[in-house]
């Protein structure tokens, strides 16, 4: 159940499933008191690896949190590191050559400029710049991160992609696999990636994910027919 809280609001949760923190939530590592900060709607999903809690609240600016899943661009390259941009106008990140499965000063990643990576925020400080990385850090597996060949990129905003990302009852990308298969990467700084056997079918996707922000579940069904519709007779004349 949907519950408005503002920063600082004692939540409930059951102490018994594990709890993975989603945006606008924060753990303090004193008390271990898991708490809000942002004001919004607060959302629980429940799903094998336990419950994830977020704040649903509107914003146009992300800001890395330890834990996001984010979709980045490769922006320069340094002597142990890559900066990587993961919102425009804003500061970039740094990805370590390390930070990727079996990586070592001999086996580094050959990645340049303008490639995406699919990472997860593994450090934000406040006052020092942020760091991803492209690896499971618990058991050193690529967890479905690290170079997203191919595909399209869809900008949209920081509350759909997490509605995307988090809530189990979006019925979309249900919908978008009824008409094609398709890769996809969601990351909570508003970049979604998504890649199709087909060009006609992955620019199908990206027209219907882009047109169904703002609108209703019950829209979502005509607007992929729609465009799916629109992709195969354009290939057909």
Known sequence: MSTLVIPGDEITINPDVPVILGPGMYNDPVTRDILPVNAGILNTSNSKKGQTIYVEYDSKRYTPAVGDLVVGIITGSFADSYRVSLANFSTPVSLSYMAFPNASKKNRPT???GDLVYARVCTAEKELEAEVECVDSTNGSDAGFGLLDGGMIIEVTLGFARSLLFN??????????????????????????????????????????????????????????KHFQEVTTTVEE
Do not use: M
Request: aromatic letters at 10%; a neutral charge; glycine letters at 4%.
């Open 111 to 113: 990645l340049v400029i």
């Open 168 to 225: 189990n009852e979006f019925p979309l990308l249900r919908d978008l696999a009824q008409h094609c298969k398709f890769e996809i990467a969601i990351g909570v700084n508003g970049k979604i990636w998504i890649k199709t056997d087909e060009v006609k079918d992955t620019i199908a996707c990206y027209r219907s994910i882009s047109d169904c922000q703002g609108k209703s579940y019950d829209q979502f069904r005509d607007i992929i027919k």
